[in-house]
């Protein structure tokens, strides 16, 4: 039921390319086909190449890309509002234990699909349209994978996915989700969707043995694909490979050759100089989660120092939230703040959120995204932004900052498909899908 816009002549948009050029066309148009941007100018010159077109008139609306959250956990969804049954966790090791790693243990097949489809659609409406997703489910592992992109194809948005393969529920279940990952690989390879794709998911050093890195990185090599993991993101982990391996997390993962091109280490946290060399030596890509680590009291990433030292450092949440609005606000306060410099952070919050997203998104997407240029997606979101100073590229990142992250989303498209359009989802009934929701999370959290 989603619209299928085959050929759609945008116009009157207040258009943000996020191009090389930065270039904003202020009565900008575009038209789109068969999923892709074939054209963008001015309205007037597009409506005059193209007057037959149907038209979408955006009435002055700011128009973007839609965005890209580089690390997500859509199982999270249904722990909002959940009383834990212990002691509340005073650090991040018993936050997993007492939290996460009871919640995950404790999903079935529908509270994994419903999970998913809640957060896809709270993307829908903040502006989400590529999620790259790491997913644990350890009682129900075969098809996890499958029960997610069933709830991307339904939402239709653009994601990537991977199951967190670890060593914490025993030799099975670490080979269950070896098989999962391998598995669901295979299934994208084999379908080419432009709408799916998948990477090899690895819970992090902490929970897997040499023996389980090696045989995925064989896998891996085997798939030709890079892993999606967890590392340094708390002080435990270094000390964990201190401890068993005499060196840093990172070292460890590089020697066991986990870290490579293709290859997303998730936050980051604990890393020293030597370890940013590895990493970009490596050419491995870090994905930063400021609101996640702020929440669990991890510490802050060395984020401007490693993209000082040349690793390409992306942006995402950590499954804390589906709005990457947020997530940009937060890295660019948290980092004047713990270098106690109100010069810093600027330029490379745009760079994470904006060019380096869309290149981590381009490791596992054919097409181009996170930018409106003839030949990329058609991957777009309107928002209700009518700028009060002047909007150029050089003022683009205060508006960002301090309004469009506020403003609210009101279309949404996909692939060239229409996802919400004026506020309305056009996919999905939200209150029935919440219900259901609600109705599952009541019987999960007694089992939790
Ligand atoms: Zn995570």
């Not at 091109?261 to 998730?266: D, E, K, R, V």
């Not at 401007?304 to 390409?312: D, N, P, S, T, Y």
């Not at 409106?372 to 205060?398: K, Q």
């Amino acid at each position: 039921m989603k619209e299928l816009a085959k050929q759609l002549l945008i116009t009157h948009a207040s258009l943000v390319t996020l191009d090389e050029s930065g270039q904003i066309i202020p009565d900008g148009a575009l038209l789109i086909r068969d999923g892709l941007i074939v054209e963008v100018g001015p309205t007037q010159k597009l409506i005059g190449r193209h007057p037959t077109e149907q038209i979408l008139d955006a009435g002055g609306q700011l128009v973007m890309p839609g965005l890209i959250n580089a690390h997500m956990h859509l199982y999270s969804t249904l722990a909002r509002g959940m009383a834990l049954k212990d002691e509340p966790p005073a650090n991040f090791v018993q936050i997993l234990e007492r939290l996460w790693w009871r919640l995950d243990r404790a999903l079935d097949e529908d509270d994994i699909f419903y999970s998913a489809l809640v957060a896809l659609i709270s993307c829908i409406r903040h502006g989400t349209t590529t999620i790259i997703d790491h997913h644990a489910s350890p009682g129900n592992i075969p098809g996890s994978l499958d029960l997610i992109a069933d709830a991307m194809e339904q939402t239709g948005l653009r994601g990537c996915l991977c199951y967190e393969v670890s060593d914490r529920g025993g030799p099975q279940e670490a080979e269950a989700g070896i098989g999962e990952n391998c598995r669901f690989i295979r299934r994208c390879q084999a379908e080419k969707n432009p709408m799916l794709a998948a990477s090899f998911g690895l819970h992090a050093s902490f929970t897997l043995s040499d023996k389980t890195l090696k045989q995925c990185v064989k896998l891996a090599g085997d798939l030709g694909v890079g892993f999606h993991l967890h590392v340094a993101e708390d002080a435990a982990d270094v000390r964990d490979a201190q401890q068993k391996y005499g060196k840093s997390t990172v070292q460890r993962l590089a020697d066991i050759d986990v870290l490579g091109p293709q290859t997303l280490a998730i936050h980051c946290v604990h890393v020293d100089d030597d370890d940013m060399e590895i990493l970009r030596k490596m050419g491995a890509n870090v994905v930063h989660n400021p609101q996640s680590n702020c929440n669990n009291g991890v510490g802050v990433a060395p984020v401007l120092e490693m993209m000082g030292q040349g690793v390409r450092v992306g942006l995402g949440s950590d499954g804390f939230t589906a709005n990457m609005f947020d997530e940009i606000r937060t890295a660019n306060i948290l980092h004047k703040l713990s270098h106690r410099d109100p010069r810093v952070g600027y330029a490379e919050v745009q760079q994470m959120a904006f060019q380096n997203n869309r290149e981590i998104a381009a490791l596992f997407f054919n097409s181009s995204l996170g930018i409106i240029r003839p030949g990329a997606a058609a991957d777009l979101i309107f928002l209700d932004y009518f700028p009060p100073t002047p909007l150029r590229s050089e003022t683009f990142l205060g508006h960002l900052l301090f309004g469009i992250g506020g403003a609210r989303v009101q279309t949404t498209i996909v692939n060239g498909k229409i996802l919400m359009r004026d506020g309305q989802l056009l996919c999905l009934n939200e209150e029935d899908v919440a219900a259901r929701a609600r109705e599952l999370a009541g019987k999960l959290w007694e089992r939790f």
